[in-house]
Nanobody
Framework: QVQLVESGGGLVQPGGSLRLSCAAS????????MAWYRQPPGKQRELVAV???????NYADSVKGRFTISGDNAKNTVYLQMNSLKPEDTAVYYC?????????????WGQGTQVTVSS
């Protein structure tokens, strides 16, 4: 069973930066996308950023220009660089890797890492 392990969360002041990392416990083939989601307190999980296997990225409007997603399919790792952080970015952040096999898509999730933006 593949496990995704996230790191890099923590407490940061408004305007600060954090870099989240997510690594798979073993090699994953046929990845079609890697993504970061977040779940703010009392709210539903939402997509933050996604990168396709071809390197195309897409971001939630709320983080455009501040967050950057990058990934390394060969190393099965995905990163989220977060700059100019705001209190509303406070959430548990989850990484997600999707792969396809014989026409079926599979999703792998990390356990989540807490990001708190507060002065």
């Amino acid at each position: 069973q593949v496990q995704l392990v996230e790191s890099g969360g923590g407490l940061v002041q408004p305007g600060g930066s954090l870099r989240l990392s997510c690594a798979a416990s073993r090699s994953i083939d046929s990845i079609y996308a890697m993504a970061w989601y977040r779940q703010p307190p009392g709210k539903q999980r939402e997509l933050v950023a996604v990168i396709s296997s071809g390197g195309i990225t897409n971001y939630a409007d709320s983080v455009k220009g501040r967050f950057t997603i990058s990934g390394d399919n060969a190393k099965n790792t995905v990163y989220l660089q977060m700059n100019s952080l705001k209190p509303e970015d406070t959430a548990v952040y989850y990484c997600n890797i999707g792969r396809t096999s014989w026409g079926t898509n599979y999703q792998y999730w990390g356990q989540g890492t807490q990001v708190t933006v507060s002065s």
